[in-house]
Every structure is written in C-alpha cells, then in structure tokens.
C-alpha cells in the first residue's frame, strides 16, 4: 500500500498541487508544508502567552513579544509552503482584536470597529509584526482578505441579483437578466434613487 502522508519533525509530506515555475502548468507532487499537529501547537502557545488579556501593555510589546517567534516559525516552516502558515496568522490576528476590544473602552463588545482599529495600525505600520510584513495585515475577524466594503455578486440561478446597499432608505432585490448591463442599471440608480 502506499504512503499517502507522512508527517515528521513539524512538517506533514502528501500530495499537493503545484505550479511548475518554467511552464506554469500544475501537477501533483509529494511536498512538505506544516502539519496540522504543529498549526495546534503554535495556536496553544499564542494562547498559553496570554497576551488578550494583559492590557497593561502597549501594541509595541505584544510586538516585542511575538515576533522573534513568528519568524522562527516562518523561517522554519514557512520555507517550503508558506501560505500553510496563513491560518497560524489568522489565529495571531484574531488574540489581536480580542486584546484591542479588552484594552480600549470604545472597542469593547465591537469586534469590527476593534479589526477596523488594528487595520489602519497596519497600514500606518505595516513591519510591527513579522506576519503583517509578509501580507496577513488587519485584524479582520473572520480573518479573510476580503474588505467589509467588498460586495460580490452571487449567480444562483440565470438571473443576477443586486442587493441595494445597507444605509439607502429602502431595501429591495431587484431580478436582472444577463442580458441587461448590470452596470448601467446601477449607474441610473445613483443618478436617480426612486429609479427601481
């Protein structure tokens, strides 16, 4: 039978997609990247230090505190997948959030204004963390790339759905064919808001 998976000092090896750089067709090759057993220890080591719930200290210190071990791990696990590392940075970003809601009194209870909070930090400073400086910014809660307003349009059947935003008066889904230029019907809506 053959080995599927193999998992030895912190890296797991199983088949993965991979993009040949000289053609840049993918193929399956048995590659290494973290394994799930170490993206479990380093979680429960940002959890043992704590640091959600120390609000004496300054965002600086957290940063003193966690970088020289987010490079270790980038340095070690991310050599050869680094992108397997992105949940570790989730994880990291999240105890952010969860520090800044704590810290702050205008941030408490509000994940999203607190995620808000520690995005313009990144942008202002994006190398006061190690993971920021390789692209995993912000403190999104849900820990995706996608802004809050980023709106996608969903195809569940011929007929796109456009969803009016939010802070408009009135809240209605109105059915357009693919036919109809979607963009144009939305550049009449701002031009004229009683337009349906």
């Not at 300054?58 to 590392?85: H, K």
Request: aromatic share 10%.
């Amino acid at each position: 039978m053959p080995i599927r998976r193999l998992t030895s000092w912190g890296y797991s090896f199983r088949p993965r997609l991979v993009k040949n750089s000289r053609r840049g067709s993918l193929f399956w090759s048995f590659t290494p990247a973290v394994s799930q057993a170490a993206l479990t220890s380093m979680r429960q080591m940002i959890r043992k230090t704590n640091f959600r719930n120390r609000t004496q200290n300054t965002l600086e210190d957290v940063a003193r505190q966690l970088n020289p071990v987010l490079r270790g791990w980038m340095e070690y696990y991310g050599r050869y997948s680094p992108s397997a590392l992105y949940p570790v940075f989730r994880h990291v970003n999240r105890s952010l959030v969860a520090w800044a809601m704590r810290k702050y009194k205008r941030l408490a209870g509000h994940r999203t204004r607190a995620s808000l909070f520690l995005e313009t930090i990144s942008k202002k400073n994006p190398r006061l963390f190690a993971h920021w400086q390789k692209g995993t910014i912000g403190g999104s809660p849900d820990g995706s790339c996608v802004r809050r307003e980023s709106h996608a349009q969903f195809y569940e059947r011929p007929e796109v759905k456009l969803l009016r935003p939010t802070h408009h008066r009135a809240h209605y889904v109105r059915d357009v064919t693919l036919g109809e230029d979607a963009s144009r019907i939305c550049k009449r809506r701002r031009q004229n808001p009683s337009v349906r």
